[in-house]
């Protein structure tokens, strides 16, 4: 006996697409079925027209404000956001405050997970330098979906690497032991503090001669705060990262790949350790001189690169040299984006991204960048896949929970800021229109937003790899 029937789509799987009807029972699918009679359920709902995608896995987002801040997005604002842009499973990055560094922490985010997010959420532990053995163990008992170290930037001072090998070498080692999964943020962390201290100290310069003392030092600086974080930073980072798990054998997911450079030696080491990697959409999208544009609001880590870097990182999301795209939701507040118009500096990196992760995927598709099957595998497969979720999540298959978007193809979209439920109330996708809207949204069986609306409260579990 089902309970709802999504009734004549056109389901979007991994590597083909097809119309059927899905059968959905206790949350979980039951049944697919291309031909014959039709399915029936107390609900049905005619998706005949309609693109019927797996509800995104997102493996990488922070929620900055989940504990101790009252004005970053919290996981009301964070995961509504999510709800809405058919984002139903999340990874939650560890640096926000408290960072998830111990089982204590890592409790504690579990449970107002679970009190609070409207979409199912994993979370992710950090390792640094200061962590012990037992809090490895705890947090890997405890279901933590990856560990996280951060070679240069990201992890906050006293919680990074850096260039220390003998902390790189122990700590894969001890995500090895536990069989845990080791996200790497790489990049050098020497190279961007010189880099950084000679664009600053060229900056005061060309303003000392100016000869009004009035002129803007730059026209926003985007473009210089790039320079400090080179392709070569990240390479270094992925290099060393990779040559200790070549070592260790300890399972790695490279962070946030912004280059040709990076997808080819995580290639070159893929026979030596068991590897994984991400794109962002943000990268997927813009281009330095869009970033330039948006001011503070196109400062990220790493910076958003050249047109042939993006196309690059288009190709390599179709065709799979990497492996998934990511939102890196890091949703900055308008107010201390603002601050960074005078002086780039003095702004936090990062932009919003979970309510436009699906329509940013499909504006990728709208160019002709991608197939509807290459969303489906790089933003809910994949990720499900290399952190132990499938075919739990990621896949509309037989078993699977019932996870999904229901997106209208002939309605479309202008991205706007005032539709953003995350507290950072912009998206530098606004303007945008995107041919196909999401119409509507389900996690386990259960209508989770319609219209652009929420259609239920925060219902979201603790999932574990
Ligand atoms: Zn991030």
Known sequence: MLDLVIKGGLVVQPGEAFIADIGIAGGTIRTIRRSGDPLTAPTVVDAAGKYVFPGIVDAHMHIPGYFLSSRLDNFDSATSAAALGGVTTIMIMPTEDPRTVTPAYFARKRRIGEQQSFVDFCIQAMVSPQTERDEVEGMAAMGAISFELFLAYGGNPGFIIGNDDYELFRLLQLVREVNGVAGITPHSGTLI????????????ARRYKDPRGKAKVLPSGVREFAITRPTLSEGLGIARACTVAAETGTRLHLRALSSRHSVDLVHRFKDAAPLSSEVMTHHLLFTEGEAEVFGPYGKIVPPIRSKAERDHL???????????????????????????????WQTLPGMPGLQTFFPSMM???????????????????????????????????????????VADPKKPVILDNVSQRSRARYTTMRGRKVRTSIDSVYLRGTLLAQNGKLAAGPGGRFVKP
């Open 193 to 204: 503090s010189k880099l950084t201290e000679l664009e600053r100290a060229g900056e005061i």
């Open 363 to 405: 504006a990728l598709v709208d160019e002709g960048a991608l197939d509807l099957t290459d969303v489906a595998r790089s933003c809910a497969e994949q990720p499900a896949k290399h952190f132990g979720l499938y075919p739990r999540k990621g896949a509309l298959v037989v078993g699977a929970d019932a996870d999904l978007i």
């Open 314 to 344: 288009r190709a390599c999301i179709k065709d799979g040299r990497i492996d998934m795209a990511v939102s890196d939701h890091s949703p900055v507040l308008e107010d201390d984006k603002e601050d960074g118009w005078n002086d780039i």
